[in-house]
């Protein structure tokens, strides 16, 4: 096993921040792939063609010319409303996800401040008068 030993004059690696890579979907690239706006879209998408497959598939002699034709015009029905149901719940958790760093930034910016926390333990420090009453 080989040991790294480090000499007096070896520095120590420089820092990285770490700030922008923290994950948050607002700090990232600011043209995603994929973004709300497009899946959005998607879901409108399939929830209208999903209910144009059902209205058609009423009196469709597509659908009644073998089992195999049924089966497949239902399930890209039922696969449509699968894809319109996960951008639904996609969208939720990504609004979520948008509450859940705006609390953390708010905060960030009030309560984890340096400044707010200095005041505040400066004024637990300070002795107080109590407000008047005996024991």
Same mark, same amino acid.
Not at 53 to 81: E, N
């Given at each position: 096993?080989?040991?790294?030993?480090?000499?007096? %004059?070896?520095? #120590?690696?420089?820092?990285?921040? &770490?700030?922008?890579?923290?994950?948050?979907?607002? =700090?990232?690239?600011?043209? #995603?792939?994929? &973004?709300? +706006?497009? /899946?959005?879209? +998607?879901?409108?998408?399939?929830?209208?063609?999903?209910?144009?497959?059902?209205?058609?598939?009423?009196?469709? #002699?597509?659908?009644?010319? %073998?089992? /195999?034709? @049924?089966?497949? @015009? /239902?399930?890209?029905?039922?696969?449509?409303?699968?894809?319109?149901?996960? &951008?639904?719940?996609?969208?939720?958790?990504?609004?979520?996800?948008?509450?859940?760093?705006?609390?953390?930034?708010? @905060?960030?910016?009030?309560?984890?401040? =340096? =400044?707010?926390?200095?005041?505040?333990?400066?004024?637990?420090?300070?002795?107080?008068?109590?407000?008047?009453?005996?024991?």
């Amino acid at each position: 096993m080989k040991r790294i030993m480090r000499t007096e %004059s070896s520095s #120590p690696p420089p820092e990285r921040d &770490t700030k922008k890579a923290c994950g948050s979907p607002s =700090e990232q690239d600011p043209r #995603p792939l994929i &973004t709300q +706006a497009a /899946w959005r879209k +998607a879901g409108v998408a399939a929830v209208c063609g999903a209910s144009l497959m059902a209205w058609l598939g009423i009196d469709s #002699p597509f659908v009644r010319q %073998s089992v /195999w034709h @049924f089966l497949l @015009f /239902w399930g890209a029905c039922l696969g449509l409303l699968a894809v319109a149901l996960y &951008t639904v719940v996609l969208d939720i958790r990504y609004i979520r996800l948008q509450y859940a760093i705006g609390r953390r930034v708010a @905060f960030q910016q009030t309560l984890g401040s =340096e =400044e707010f926390r200095k005041e505040l333990l400066a004024v637990q420090r300070k002795p107080s008068g109590g407000n008047g009453r005996r024991r």
